[in-house]
């Protein structure tokens, strides 16, 4: 990305040419208790975004109370987040001048603009942001948090050429540490969002944020919030007492799967939701699978259907949700027509296959010796082969029934995280095993094979 110019201080006289050790280059929003600036971190090299608190606020205010709160609460974060659908904090800095984070930026703004009824998304792109959000706070639900302040405010859009291409969770300064000794601020959140418990100021639990997910999907897909009222306390007696209402009525095309998973997640009751992230996430990839969703023609697979067609794959059976999100974004997704030919024997290659859907059949001398189904690979001594003699094929591989295989090379596995390439020789290693166990059962026990 190139350098973002200084901003003039005729523009902004009051803008801080340096917080910390950290260039500043521009104001990116500002609240009652808090500024946002973009900012450059020389020493690493990259653009970094400076949550900084408002100087001025008096400690014994209840502004400046629940600043010096929400900041601990952010600052308690410093590294613990790692998801691709999560905004990395990277540092938290105490300072008398006024406390600031040190953030990820993720240029592109947040998804508020996406709310309004002029600039509406795509109902698949709808629900492929409600996959993502829905597996970044399983991962913040695993780590013992409850966001607890889930709205488009605070899910950041990445785009390209203005489309959205990610979503990035942030804000956990209202956060809910289930694991923390410390008093916990309650009744904090956008009342919007809120489900009723939340507004009791009762114990939360993962429920609380899966109804604040579905009044942000509700708004993506309406252009409207489930409750609307010009008064606060009309709105709190909406939340407790009024059902939403039906999104196909707001909205041609929405599929009854889409309207009635959306409602039931803004269930009055929270054992009336899904119970957890986990039945959220297959119900919103259900209604991909379903094939309900009006897809534009030159939509590619969502990456909620990858991610999903990873999950049922023996091979990455040991993948956890980071590792299969980052298989997803680095492998290259290929289809092959019947007859398609993977691998020549006496070619030297250097890609693998794990076959995702359909069918190879494996030839040596003209005659078939395996088929392989979904779940294994092909190929793999292209990675793991020492010498470049290895590498050379020693069968053809031809598609059998029109398959679908996810491809990397030594190369883009290199691009790879330490822990998915751990997990991608512990699959190799177990696919091996097989394979020997196999050839031993040939050799020895014929009649058992045929």
Same mark, same amino acid.
């Given at each position: 990305?190139?350098?973002?110019?200084?901003?003039?201080?005729?523009?902004?006289?009051?803008?801080?040419?340096?917080?910390?050790?950290?260039?500043?280059?521009?104001?990116?929003?500002?609240?009652?208790?808090?500024?946002?600036?973009?900012?450059?971190?020389?020493?690493?090299?990259?653009?970094?975004?400076?949550?900084?608190?408002?100087?001025?606020?008096?400690?014994?205010?209840?502004?400046?109370?629940?600043?010096?709160?929400?900041?601990?609460?952010?600052?308690?974060?410093?590294?613990?987040?790692?998801?691709?659908?999560?905004?990395?904090?990277?540092?938290?800095?105490?300072?008398?001048?006024?406390?600031?984070?040190?953030?990820?930026?993720?240029?592109?703004?947040?998804?508020?603009?996406?709310?309004?009824?002029?600039?509406?998304?795509?109902?698949?792109?709808?629900?492929?942001?409600?996959?993502?959000?829905?597996?970044?706070?399983?991962?913040?639900?695993?780590?013992?948090?409850?966001?607890?302040?889930?709205?488009?405010?605070?899910?950041?859009?990445?785009?390209?050429?203005?489309?959205?291409?990610?979503?990035?969770?942030?804000?956990?300064?209202?956060?809910?540490?289930?694991?923390?000794?410390?008093?916990?601020?309650?009744?904090?959140?956008?009342?919007?969002?809120?489900?009723?418990?939340?507004?009791?100021?009762?114990?939360?639990?993962?429920?609380?944020?899966?109804?604040?997910?579905?009044?942000?999907?509700?708004?993506?897909?309406?252009?409207?919030?489930?409750?609307?009222?010009?008064?606060?306390?009309?709105?709190?007696?909406?939340?407790?007492?009024?059902?939403?209402?039906?999104?196909?009525?707001?909205?041609?095309?929405?599929?009854?799967?889409?309207?009635?998973?959306?409602?039931?997640?803004?269930?009055?009751?929270?054992?009336?939701?899904?119970?957890?992230?986990?039945?959220?996430?297959?119900?919103?990839?259900?209604?991909?699978?379903?094939?309900?969703?009006?897809?534009?023609?030159?939509?590619?697979?969502?990456?909620?259907?990858?991610?999903?067609?990873?999950?049922?794959?023996?091979?990455?059976?040991?993948?956890?949700?980071?590792?299969?999100?980052?298989?997803?974004?680095?492998?290259?997704?290929?289809?092959?027509?019947?007859?398609?030919?993977?691998?020549?024997?006496?070619?030297?290659?250097?890609?693998?296959?794990?076959?995702?859907?359909?069918?190879?059949?494996?030839?040596?001398?003209?005659?078939?010796?395996?088929? %392989? +189904?979904? =779940? $294994?690979?092909?190929?793999?001594? /292209?990675?793991?082969?020492?010498?470049?003699?290895? !590498?050379? #094929?020693? *069968?053809?591989?031809?598609?059998?029934?029109?398959?679908?295989?996810?491809?990397?090379?030594?190369?883009?596995?290199?691009? %790879? +995280?330490? =822990? $998915?390439?751990?997990?991608?020789? /512990?699959?190799?290693?177990?696919?091996?095993?097989? !394979?020997? #166990?196999? *050839?031993?059962?040939?050799?020895?026990?014929?009649?058992?094979?045929?």
């Amino acid at each position: 990305m190139p350098p973002i110019p200084v901003a003039s201080a005729a523009l902004e006289p009051d803008l801080p040419a340096q917080i910390g050790k950290y260039a500043v280059r521009e104001r990116l929003g500002e609240g009652a208790t808090s500024e946002v600036f973009l900012a450059h971190d020389a020493f690493h090299q990259r653009d970094v975004a400076i949550k900084r608190v408002r100087t001025g606020l008096a400690p014994d205010t209840p502004e400046g109370h629940y600043q010096a709160h929400f900041f601990a609460a952010e600052a308690a974060l410093v590294g613990r987040l790692q998801h691709p659908n999560v905004v990395q904090i990277h540092d938290a800095v105490d300072d008398p001048a006024g406390p600031y984070l040190v953030m990820e930026y993720v240029p592109g703004g947040t998804l508020r603009r996406f709310c309004r009824p002029d600039a509406l998304l795509p109902l698949a792109q709808v629900v492929e942001i409600g996959f993502k959000c829905a597996m970044a706070l399983g991962y913040v639900a695993r780590q013992g948090l409850i966001h607890r302040d889930v709205k488009p405010a605070n899910i950041l859009a990445v785009l390209r050429h203005d489309a959205v291409v990610d979503v990035k969770l942030s804000d956990f300064g209202s956060a809910m540490n289930l694991h923390a000794e410390r008093t916990q601020v309650f009744r904090v959140g956008s009342l919007a969002y809120m489900p009723p418990e939340q507004l009791d100021g009762d114990v939360l639990d993962a429920r609380a944020d899966i109804y604040a997910l579905a009044g942000v999907l509700f708004h993506l897909v309406a252009g409207r919030p489930p409750f609307e009222a010009a008064q606060q306390p009309a709105l709190m007696h909406q939340i407790y007492h009024a059902a939403p209402p039906s999104l196909r009525e707001l909205r041609d095309g929405v599929p009854p799967a889409l309207d009635d998973l959306v409602r039931r997640a803004l269930a009055k009751r929270r054992d009336d939701r899904h119970p957890d992230w986990d039945h959220f996430a297959q119900a919103l990839a259900a209604v991909v699978a379903g094939g309900e969703l009006p897809r534009g023609p030159l939509q590619s697979v969502l990456d909620s259907e990858r991610f999903g067609l990873l999950r049922k794959l023996e091979f990455f059976s040991g993948f956890g949700d980071v590792e299969l999100w980052e298989v997803v974004h680095r492998a290259q997704w290929q289809r092959h027509p019947f007859g398609d030919a993977l691998h020549r024997r006496g070619e030297e290659g250097d890609r693998f296959h794990i076959i995702a859907q359909g069918e190879v059949e494996v030839f040596r001398d003209g005659k078939s010796v395996a088929r %392989l +189904g979904a =779940g $294994t690979s092909v190929g793999e001594m /292209a990675y793991l082969a020492p010498s470049p003699d290895l !590498r050379r #094929h020693s *069968a053809d591989v031809i598609v059998s029934q029109p398959a679908t295989t996810i491809s990397f090379t030594p190369r883009t596995l290199g691009q %790879l +995280g330490l =822990g $998915t390439l751990r997990l991608f020789d /512990a699959a190799f290693i177990r696919v091996l095993v097989r !394979r020997l #166990h196999a *050839a031993h059962e040939a050799l020895h026990h014929p009649r058992r094979i045929l």
